[in-house]
């Protein structure tokens, strides 16, 4: 009896629904992968043994390279969501332009990062694989930006609107809470972004972030991830 009542919990249900989904997947791995990135820095610094930060290092690794693998074609799906929105008719313009540099940068950042997986596989090593992977980086801090971008615009462009709205009026009251849900979610991707785009800058040495910095904010945003695909599959 209290098996069944585990089994068919709605929870369970809904955690199958979650792990069915790549994405799901891919933001857990990514959670565990960054956490063991601080981890490993945090033992490393408040000098640990080799043998306990070892397991760490090792979590880092392998579960990058297979999140590498899972995004193996993945390029292909970014490059038609650039196409799509060039496409548009009925976006805003900012937007539009946001939303194709964006989907282009992460297109073109996948596809290098595809080109250097046999090299980091220990398959076949590449004498070009630093030199892909910093392209692909390059790309990939693009996209961010482009997205970070479109989040403040999004913001100003709320602003705006709510300031035309009666709060007084019964209608007005339900815009400004439909503004407010808006605003939440443009803020939440915004200090996702945020926080990923410390990951490719220290990488590049464009900023001075240490591992621990980088490990903690790449685990945020997995986090953030990770209750977005998990709301998405309720």
């Not at 950042?109 to 390059?138: C, E, H, V, W």
């Not at 990923?196 to 240490?210: C, E, K, Q, R, V």
Request: proline share 2%; aromatic share 12%; with cysteine.
């Amino acid at each position: 009896m209290v098996a069944n009542t585990l089994v068919y919990h709605p929870t369970v249900a809904h955690y199958l629904r979650f792990v069915a989904t790549s994405v799901g997947r891919d933001k857990l791995l990514r959670a565990l992968q960054f956490f063991a990135r601080f981890y490993s820095w945090y033992l490393y610094r408040t000098n640990a043994t080799t043998l306990s930060i070892k397991p760490w290092d090792v979590i880092k690794k392998q579960f990058s390279l297979a999140r590498k693998a899972m995004r193996l074609g993945k390029n292909v799906e970014h490059f038609k969501a650039a196409a799509v929105a060039a496409d548009s008719e009925v976006m805003d313009p900012v937007l539009k332009y946001c939303a194709v540099g964006r989907q282009l940068g992460y297109g073109v950042y996948l596809t290098f990062d595809t080109m250097t997986f046999l090299d980091a596989s220990g398959i076949r090593p590449m004498a070009n694989a630093k030199k892909y992977q910093k392209i692909g980086l390059q790309a990939w801090l693009a996209g961010i930006t482009f997205n970070i971008i479109a989040g403040a615009y999004s913001l100003y462009q709320l602003k705006e609107k709510e300031t035309g709205v009666d709060k007084k009026d019964g209608e007005g009251v339900v815009e400004s809470k439909k503004i407010q849900r808006e605003r939440a979610a443009v803020n939440t991707q915004l200090i996702s972004d945020l926080c990923d785009w410390t990951i490719p800058t220290a990488s590049l040495g464009y900023t001075n972030f240490d591992e621990g910095i980088v490990g903690l904010a790449g685990t945020t945003s997995s986090l953030i991830g990770i209750w977005s695909v998990w709301k998405k599959t309720a």
